[in-house]
C-alpha cells in the first residue's frame, strides 16, 4: 500500500514540480491518512561553476570542416581554422574502357561547398593547398589541436592558392537566388594531378595486365595509391569563417563518343568526382589564440565554440543525499545573460548543450554515445525564458554518492585520487535524429558560438524534491 501510495505521490510531485516556475518553494502537502502519511518537500542546494579550456579534448573528425580566420573580439586574439579532406571512391570506379582523349585530364579543380558562413559577407580571403605525403589513419582519434604538419611536407609548398569571398557576386542572381544553387570556392588543382588519376587508371605491368583499375576499387585503395588526402589553409585576410559541408575533387577529361549517327566521331568534356563523404576522415584544425581572460573571468561562466570554453559544475552531491530522506526530483537551470557588447557580427547561441561527467567527457564521444539520463543529460535553448533547463538530474546525483560510497569504502584516499567525481562540464552539441525523431548522435557544435551563463561568483540553484513517511 505504502508502495503504490508513493509512486503515485511522486508522479504527482513530478508533474507539479516540472510545470511550475523557479520561485517555486513549495510544491507538496499531506494528503493521506495519518497512518500513511507522506511529506512532499522543496530543497534548495546551490552548486558551484567555472570556465574550462575545451584544449585538446575536442574530436577534430567531422562531416563538416571549416575555413578562415576572425579576429575575436572578445579576447582580441585571432581564431583560425584550418583542415584535412581525403576523399571517398566510389567501389571499382571505371574510366572510358577505350581510354580517354590524349590520355591526359583536360582540368582538375577542389570545390569547397558551403550554405552558411560567418563574419562579413564581402571580406577577402586567401587560402592554400597541400597535398598530403602521409595518410590519416582509420580508428585514430584526431583532435582539434592536431598538427597538420604530420602529413605533409610545407616545405615542398602548396599545389594551389585561391582568393576569394563568402558571396560570389560573380554568379549571376538568378542563380545564386535559385533552390538548387550551393555556393562553393573552386580551386583549380595542378593538371598534373588530374593526369596521375588517368595514368594510374591504365596503368599496366610488364606483362600488360592491368594493374590500375585496382587503385580505384575502394576509398582505401584510392587514398593510399592516388591520392592521400588535401590540406586546406587560410593565409590570408580576417572576418569570415566557411562552414564546409562538402570538399570534392573534380577532375575534367576529353573523350570521344557516339554522335547521333552512331559513330565514335563526338568529342565530350566528362568529369570524375570524388568527394570529401562520411566513409572517408575529415580533421579540423583550430587555433583560437589565449582564451585566458574569459577562464579567469570569475563574474560569469563561458560556452565558447569551436573548442574554446566549456562550463564546468561541481555538485553538491553529499549534501543533498545527506540531507534528505528520499530524493525524487533534482532540477537545475543555467540562465544565459544577453549580449551587452555590439559587436559588428553576432556569435550565435548554442541550439544544445550536454551535461556529461566531467571523466566522462572523453569517452561519450570518442565512443559515440548517446546521452542516457543517468552520467549524461540534454537540453536544448529555451529562448523565452533565456535558458537551458535541466529538469531532473536526481539519478546523477545519485549514481555519483554511490560511486563516492564505494571508492571510499575500499581505498579512504579515492576522493583526493578523483577529484573530479562530483563535477559535470556543460558542451554544445548537435544532434542526429532517425526518421522517427528520436536522436541516434551527438556530436560537439562547431560552429561560432559565444554565450556567457549565471555563473562563477553567482551560484547554481538545484532545486530537490524529498519525500519522507512518517
Request: hydrophobic share 35%; aromatic share 12%; glycine share 6%.
Amino acid at each position: 500500500m505504502k508502495r503504490k501510495l508513493f509512486l503515485f505521490l511522486t508522479a504527482i510531485a513530478t508533474l507539479l514540480f516540472v510545470g511550475c516556475d523557479d520561485n517555486t518553494d513549495m510544491l507538496g502537502t499531506s494528503i493521506v491518512p495519518d497512518g500513511d502519511k507522506m511529506e512532499i518537500d522543496t530543497v534548495t542546494f546551490y552548486a558551484g561553476s567555472r570556465s574550462i579550456l575545451a584544449n585538446d579534448s575536442i574530436l577534430a573528425n567531422t562531416n563538416r570542416v571549416y575555413l578562415g580566420r576572425y579576429t575575436d573580439p572578445e579576447t582580441g586574439t585571432v581564431f583560425s581554422s584550418d583542415f584535412i579532406a581525403q576523399f571517398n571512391c566510389v567501389e571499382n570506379y571505371g574510366f572510358p574502357t577505350e581510354g580517354v582523349l590524349g590520355d591526359s585530364a583536360y582540368k582538375i579543380e577542389l570545390k569547397l561547398f558551403y550554405n552558411s558562413y560567418f563574419g562579413d559577407s564581402l571580406n577577402t580571403m586567401k587560402c592554400e593547398v597541400f597535398e598530403l605525403d602521409k595518410t590519416l589513419q582509420e580508428g585514430v582519434p584526431y583532435y582539434t589541436n592536431v598538427d597538420p604538419s604530420e602529413f605533409y611536407d610545407e616545405d615542398a609548398g602548396p599545389i594551389a592558392e585561391k582568393t576569394y569571398c563568402a558571396i560570389d557576386y560573380s554568379v549571376p542572381d538568378s542563380v545564386r537566388f535559385g533552390d538548387d544553387y550551393t555556393p562553393s570556392v573552386t580551386i583549380a588543382l595542378p593538371q598534373e594531378l588530374g593526369n596521375r588519376f588517368i595514368h594510374k587508371y591504365y596503368e599496366t605491368n610488364a606483362e600488360g595486365d592491368s594493374i590500375g583499375k585496382q587503385y580505384f576499387a575502394n576509398s582505401d585503395n584510392f587514398i593510399n595509391n592516388i591520392l592521400k588526402g588535401l590540406y586546406v589553409r587560410c593565409t590570408q585576410g580576417d572576418g569570415t569563417v566557411i562552414y564546409v559541408s562538402m570538399a570534392r575533387v573534380n577532375v575534367y577529361f576529353r573523350q570521344m563518343v557516339k554522335s547521333s549517327s552512331g559513330k565514335v566521331d563526338s568529342l565530350a568534356v566528362s568529369i570524375a568526382t570524388f568527394s570529401s563523404t562520411k566513409e572517408v576522415l575529415q580533421v579540423n584544425k583550430f587555433n583560437n589564440g589565449d582564451l585566458s581572460s574569459l577562464v579567469d573571468d570569475n563574474s560569469c561562466t563561458y560556452l565558447k565554440t569551436p573548442a574554446g570554453v566549456f562550463t564546468e559544475v561541481e555538485l553538491p552531491v553529499n549534501e543533498i543525499v545527506e540531507s534528505v530522506d528520499t530524493l525524487n526530483l533534482a532540477k537545475i537551470v543555467f540562465t544565459r545573460y544577453n549580449q551587452t557588447s555590439d559587436y559588428q557580427y553576432k556569435y550565435t547561441i548554442p541550439a544544445a548543450l550536454l551535461m556529461v561527467r566531467k571523466c566522462d567527457m572523453y569517452s561519450f564521444f570518442l565512443q559515440n554515445e548517446i546521452y542516457d539520463n543517468v552520467k549524461s543529460y540534454y537540453a536544448t535553448f529555451n529562448s523565452t525564458y533565456n535558458q537551458y533547463v535541466f529538469n531532473n538530474i536526481s539519478r546523477l546525483i545519485n549514481y555519483c554518492r554511490d560511486e563516492y560510497e564505494e571508492g571510499v569504502a575500499a581505498d579512504p584516499e579515492w576522493e583526493s585520487k578523483n577529484p573530479d567525481w562530483n563535477k559535470v562540464v556543460l558542451i554544445p552539441v548537435t544532434s542526429t535524429k532517425d526518421s522517427n525523431g528520436s536522436i541516434v548522435a551527438v556530436t560537439h557544435d562547431l560552429k561560432m558560438n559565444s554565450i556567457r551563463l549565471r555563473g562563477g561568483k553567482d551560484k547554481i540553484a538545484i532545486k530537490v524534491v524529498t519525500s519522507t513517511f512518517n
